[in-house]
Structure formats: structure tokens, C-alpha cells
């Protein structure tokens, strides 16, 4: 069994920074890919960024060079570094854990960025 607790959301004014971690339990971070994923209200899941297990990071273009993913698989956690926030970045923010036979998800962490 497989958990994903997040924290450090919360409230920023846009170009300000937050920074969100997940913490894993059990044995299979270290092979598994790790996901940041948001939802706004009203729209779809959407993957924000996530890392490969050699610690490869893809970005969607819109958090290009604002945001920043690592993992610490000694810690079992990932993080997400969010910087220049802006109000279209206002979601859920939700953590997720795959391998071949595993799709797990945290409950998620409210990140809300006023303008």
C-alpha cells in the first residue's frame, strides 16, 4: 500500500514562490515516476510536471521555466518549486505515483495565487 501525503500549499500573491512536497510511503518510490498534477475549478486534471526515476524532468509549457520538480528518493519525496506565480495557477494540486502496475494519488493540497 502505497501513500502520498502533500503539503505547503496555500495563499501567494502572483510572483511570489511556494514549495510543495509529497511524501511517499512504502517501498517503491525509488522506482517509480512521480507526478505533479493540478485542477482548476471547473477544468480537467492536468499534469503539471513530473520526473523520471534517473531523475529526468518534463514541464507543461506552461510552467516552463517558472517551475522546477526533484525527488529525494533517500527522503521517498518530491517536490515541486514554484516561483512567478501567477492567478492562472490557482488548483488543487495533486501528487502522483506510477510504475508498470501502480497509479497512486494523493488527496491533494490547495495552491490559490491572487493577483
Known amino acids: 500500500q502505497v501513500q502520498l501525503v502533500e503539503s505547503g500549499g496555500g495563499l501567494e500573491q502572483a510572483g511570489g514562490s511556494l514549495r510543495l512536497s509529497c511524501a511517499a510511503s512504502?517501498?517503491?518510490?525509488?522506482?517509480?515516476?512521480m507526478g505533479w498534477y493540478r485542477q482548476a475549478p471547473g477544468k480537467q486534471r492536468e499534469l503539471v510536471a513530473d520526473?523520471?526515476?534517473?531523475?529526468?524532468?518534463n514541464y507543461a509549457d506552461s510552467v516552463k521555466g517558472r517551475f522546477t520538480i526533484s525527488r529525494d528518493n533517500a527522503k521517498k519525496t518530491v517536490y515541486l518549486q514554484m516561483n512567478n506565480l501567477k492567478p492562472e495557477d490557482t488548483a488543487i494540486y495533486y501528487c502522483?505515483?506510477?510504475?508498470?502496475?501502480?497509479?497512486?494519488w494523493g488527496q491533494g493540497t490547495q495552491v490559490t495565487v491572487s493577483s
Open positions: 520526473i523520471t526515476i534517473s531523475g529526468i524532468p
Open positions: 512504502g517501498s517503491v518510490f525509488s522506482s517509480s515516476t
Open positions: 502522483n505515483l506510477k510504475t508498470l502496475f501502480r497509479d497512486s
